[in-house]
Nanobody
Framework: QVQLAESGGGLVQPGGSLRLSCAAS????????MAWYRQAPGKEREFVAL???????RYAETVKGRFTISRDNAKNTVYLEMSSLKLEDTAVYYC?????WGPGTQVTVSS
C-alpha cells in the first residue's frame, strides 16, 4: 500500500500562488488516477483535480483555469499548482492515489 504525504500548504494572500506536492512512499506508475480533493471548514470534501497515468486531466469548475495538476512518475510525486487564489480556496487539501489518502495540508487564503 502506497503512503502519500502532502506538503507546500500555508498562508497566502488573495491572488497569490502556491504549489502543493504529494510524495508517495512507492511507485505511482501503476496507479491510474492521482487526484486532489479539499475540505473547507464546515463543508463536505470535494473533488479538485485528477490526472491519469497518461496525463489526461480533469478539474472542478471552481478551479479550472487557475489550478494545474501534474505528475512525475519517476519521482513518485504529484503536484498541484494553484494561482489566483481566492478566499474560498481555503481548505485542507488531500492527495489521493487509488484508495490511498494523504493526511492533508492546510491552505489558507487571507488578507
Amino acid at each position: 500500500q502506497v503512503q502519500l504525504a502532502e506538503s507546500g500548504g500555508g498562508l497566502v494572500q488573495p491572488g497569490g500562488s502556491l504549489r502543493l506536492s504529494c510524495a508517495a512512499s512507492g511507485s505511482i506508475f501503476s496507479i491510474n488516477n492521482m487526484a486532489w480533493y479539499r475540505q473547507a471548514p464546515g463543508k463536505e470534501r470535494e473533488f479538485v483535480a485528477l490526472i491519469s497515468r497518461g496525463g489526461a486531466t480533469r478539474y472542478a469548475e471552481t478551479v479550472k483555469g487557475r489550478f494545474t495538476i501534474s505528475r512525475d512518475n519517476a519521482k513518485n510525486t504529484v503536484y498541484l499548482e494553484m494561482s489566483s487564489l481566492k478566499l474560498e480556496d481555503t481548505a485542507v487539501y488531500y492527495c489521493v492515489g487509488g484508495v490511498n489518502w494523504g493526511p492533508g495540508t492546510q491552505v489558507t487564503v487571507s488578507s
